[in-house]
């Protein structure tokens, strides 16, 4: 087979490129390792900046998230038993949007659908050739059939796991990580949000998010010890648990129900250099990860999709390279960014094992600061609602 672009994933980072690809009548066939009921069961986060609002109706995907999203024109913090809110509107003019990633793969799964999009499921063994010459092309089976993908590109957007990052070599790649020392239990219910906009909680007994889906289903996040395992965690015990961490009027009002989903995710920052290599681009969490405060990791791989959308477009439509060579220099500038923001988020609103008095006291400065300092509120405000492209 042959096509433009090979795009290795399917999810929402390589769906959103074929789909924006498309409407600059640029080719693309998607390669995704499970199916696509496997890919839509993965419960992820929600909070959509302004970009990636503008790539979704670009894309022609757009009405459904228009039409169901929920738009927040700010967020509550809470600390220290008082609790204080970020106005993203007042300070920077714009709001972000509520809308779960898995809303947003199953509406661009539609419209891949609907365009008569090509995507392979249930790929094996995928492995990218030649990269380093213009003449790259992917080999896979699927049922234990070979098959072969000439091409012009390849989009390496296959997740933290993935075989495209691997396929740069080590000698090439520099990687900088940071694991931090907990991780978030999430639960999806079917019950009403506590409040009309999310609340970050810093508490003595650790970390807290209230979130939501609909105005029926809502997400809620503690922080717990990495050893921690789901079983652990009654439905009874996470209800309790996230009562005494958040305000009390919260507290409450909180409706509680039976959960019907529970995660344990860990917090990781992750970022590998060159986000290039001739070829093979990298995309999304194939080429970093941001741990979740600060609702970045949807966002960062929408900004890569617009740099390489546009690289690409310029180089089938106008002939120029331009953004082909600086692709991964001006995508780590922005990710870099999102990284500081979403690890400042992280070290602001959690407990450390290890955390001396000091350290508290410092935390405490911070928060105390945000209230009170417009200057500050608009800097947190300008990075939540998403630093331009
Ligand atoms: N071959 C084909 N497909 C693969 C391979 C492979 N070797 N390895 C992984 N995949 C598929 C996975 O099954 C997955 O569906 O690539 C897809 C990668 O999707 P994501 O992990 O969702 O990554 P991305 O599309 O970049 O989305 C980033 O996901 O994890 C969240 O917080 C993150 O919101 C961010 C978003
Ligand atoms: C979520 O809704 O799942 C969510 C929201 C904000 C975050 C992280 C997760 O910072």
New binding site residues.
């Given amino acids: 087979m042959r096509t433009q672009v090979v795009i290795v994933g399917g999810g929402p980072s390589g769906l959103l490129l074929s789909q924006l690809l498309l409407k600059s009548g640029i080719e693309s066939i998607v390669l995704e390792r499970k199916t696509k009921d496997y890919v839509l069961s993965r419960i ?4 959509l900046e302004q970009g990636m609002l503008n790539l979704m109706r670009e894309a022609g995907v757009g009405d459904r998230m228009d039409a169901e999203g929920f738009v927040h024109d700010g967020t509550l913090i809470a600390a220290n038993n008082e609790t204080f809110r970020i106005d993203f509107v007042q300070r920077t003019g714009t709001p972000v949007m ?1 809308y ?1 990633q898995t809303e947003v793969t199953r509406d661009l799964y539609e419209a891949r659908e609907k365009a008569g999009g090509k995507i392979v499921f249930n790929t094996d063994g995928v492995v990218i050739h030649d990269a380093k010459t213009d003449a790259p092309y992917v080999t896979y089976t699927v049922d234990g059939t070979e098959h072969r993908i000439d091409c012009d590109f390849v989009a390496g957007c296959d997740g933290f796991h993935g075989v495209s990052r691997k396929t740069i070599p080590d000698s090439v790649r520099s990687e900088y990580e940071k694991i931090y020392p907990f991780g978030w239990l ?1 639960v999806l219910s079917e019950t009403p949000p506590v409040d009309d906009e ?1 609340i ?1 909680a810093n508490s003595p007994r650790g970390f807290a ?1 209230c ?3 609909n105005a029926n289903l809502s ?1 809620y ?1 503690v922080q717990c010890p990495l050893t921690d395992h789901v079983d652990d965690w009654t439905d009874a015990a996470f209800w309790d648990e996230l009562k005494r961490r958040i305000p009390e009027e919260a507290a409450d009002k909180l409706i509680t129900g039976p959960t019907i989903e529970k995660s344990i995710a860990p917090l990781r920052s992750f970022v590998t250099e060159p986000m290039q290599w001739g070829r093979l681009f990298l995309c999304g969490d194939a080429a970093h990860i941001v741990p ?4 970045k990791g949807l966002n960062t791989a929408a900004s890569d999709i617009h740099y390489l959308y546009h690289a690409l477009k310029e180089h089938y439509l106008e002939g120029s390279d331009e953004g082909i060579d600086g692709y991964s220099q001006k995508a780590l500038l922005r990710i870099w960014k999102a990284e500081r923001f979403s690890w400042w988020m992280t070290n602001l609103l959690h407990r450390f094992p290890d955390q001396s008095d000091f350290d508290l006291k410092m935390q405490q400065a911070q928060i105390a600061f945000l209230r009170d300092s417009d200057a500050a509120q608009t800097v947190m405000a300008e990075n939540y609602v998403g630093l331009p492209y």
Avoid: C
């Avoid at 992820?44 to 909070?47: D, E, F, K, N, S």
């Avoid at 979740?292 to 609702?295: D, F, L, S």
């Fill in positions: 992820r986060a929600g909070i509520v779960g999430g999310l970050y998010l979130s939501m889906r997400r996040y979740p405060t600060g609702a």
